[in-house]
């Protein structure tokens, strides 16, 4: 079913007209007439590749759990079809009001899979905070859209798109939407509840979060807060530059000093989605398709790497990095897979995060040279908590007190690699398919 789902997703892609700036594929459907909002829905340029985004990695999911769930099997499968539905349904949402509701609907499904197939014992207090975090920014959202409801008696997004409000009336309504979608990115200091979401989740469960879930902040400052309220957006661009270099670098410091290796990569995640605010904020073209580009590369490395951290879990029941070494020599395949989905991590020419960091700097420079080149440290960090990852981990001496038996990947895992490897490289290698939607 999640196959059809995906193959389904690519028939959009397919019949998608590249020389209009109109939404595609629309389709209204009224669901409370006496007030004028509709179930409206479709899909541009942005939303496209997010959709397929979502639907690549269900399967995916779906087939890690396929032999480490061992309880609850089928509720585990109904979550994560109600989760895709959920996501599918934020990134085509044409109406406010509609996108609030899947937007707070995708906290549902995604606390059950934390709390019940969670891999320690404080997965329920990682799941409450995941889901008290992101609930409470939302509900301010949700007053701001009450407010644009009974100010301009619509929710349609684009009629709202066309309307102005007064400036101070935009700062208001700014910061509303910034409330919730910084929760999501995560910007600091409201990222904390990310690596502990991270580390008590499974690994599908890290996948679906850091593959998909983290772009909901991003994608709604770019759907909305930026088109909706432009004169915002300028008067708060340095207050978002501000945060986004602290988070770079200070997620990056945090970083190298993990021990865990989910909270490493989760750690390093906030880093890159703030990357992307950057890229974002820059308001010009360079930037905008940098950061969507780094979504989606973010998505599949990122996606990719806890896949690795899983196939080591599921083998040794043990997340921490001191135990590991020499794996080289025992897990030849899982040591070049993990080598390559580790460059590409710090942005290696050739891979899919060089192409999006390389326009966003290009877009940052144009705005703010010193914005550009303080991000750029992000850069040398990344390498530096990457390579020494790796090399705790694949190389150095055995560990024979801790681990006793080896297995390589076997042929699902590799299979369930490869369609990851290919996307990062032909997003890396052409870039041009995915910029000119």
Not at 56 to 62: D, V
Not at 262 to 290: C, P, R, W
Request: hydrophobic letters at 55%; proline letters at 3%; one cysteine or more.
């Amino acid at each position: 079913t999640s196959l059809i789902t995906f193959l389904y997703s690519l028939f959009f892609w397919i019949r998608f007209e590249n020389d209009t700036a109109k939404f595609q594929f629309v389709e209204t459907i009224r669901w409370l007439p006496y007030s004028n909002i509709n179930f409206y829905i479709g899909i541009d340029g942005i939303s496209l590749f997010f959709v397929i985004l979502t639907t690549f990695l269900t399967p995916i999911c779906i087939l890690v759990g396929f032999y480490s769930v061992k309880s609850y099997k089928k509720e585990y499968m109904i979550a994560f079809f109600i989760c895709e539905s959920f996501l599918i349904a934020v990134f085509c949402s044409l109406d406010l009001l509609i996108f609030y509701v899947f937007f707070e609907s995708v906290l549902i499904p995604m606390f059950i899979i934390i709390g019940v197939w969670g891999s320690r014992q404080r997965k329920i207090k990682a799941a409450y905070q995941f889901f008290l975090y992101t609930l409470m920014g939302s509900l301010f959202m949700l007053l701001a859209i009450l407010f644009i409801f009974f100010q301009t008696g619509t929710t349609d997004l684009q009629i709202l798109l066309t309307t102005e409000f007064s400036e101070r009336r935009q700062i208001l309504l700014w910061i509303a939407f910034f409330a919730s979608f910084s929760v999501k990115v995560p910007m600091v200091p409201v990222h904390i509840w990310l690596p502990e979401a991270h580390v008590e989740a499974p690994t599908a469960g890290s996948v679906i979060l850091a593959g998909i879930l983290l772009k909901l902040g991003t994608y709604g400052f770019l759907r909305f807060s930026i088109p909706m309220f432009p004169e915002a957006t300028l008067y708060f661009t340095p207050f978002i530059y501000t945060l986004s270099v602290i988070a770079i670098i200070y997620t990056s410091l945090t970083t190298i000093r993990q021990i865990d290796l989910k909270k490493i990569i989760a750690y390093s995640s906030v880093a890159h989605m703030n990357f992307v605010t950057i890229g974002m904020f820059s308001l010009n073209i360079q930037g905008i398709e940098g950061s969507i580009l780094l979504m989606l590369s973010h998505g599949l490395v990122s996606s990719a790497l806890f896949l690795c951290v899983g196939a080591l879990y599921d083998r040794h029941k043990t997340r921490i990095v001191k135990y590991y070494g020499g794996l080289v020599s025992t897990m030849p395949i899982f040591s070049t897979i993990f080598l390559f989905f580790t460059l590409a991590n710090m942005s290696l020419p050739g891979t899919s995060s060089f192409i999006g960091e390389f326009l966003i700097l290009v877009g940052a420079f144009q705005r703010n040279s010193l914005v550009a080149t303080l991000a750029a440290l992000g850069m040398i960090l990344g390498a530096a908590y990457s390579l020494w990852l790796y090399n705790r981990v694949v190389f150095g001496n055995f560990k024979p007190n801790f681990i006793l038996k080896f297995s390589d990947l076997n042929r699902r895992e590799v299979l369930i690699f490869l369609p990851f490897i290919v996307g990062v490289m032909w997003m890396g290698v052409y870039p041009e398919v995915f910029l000119e939607c």
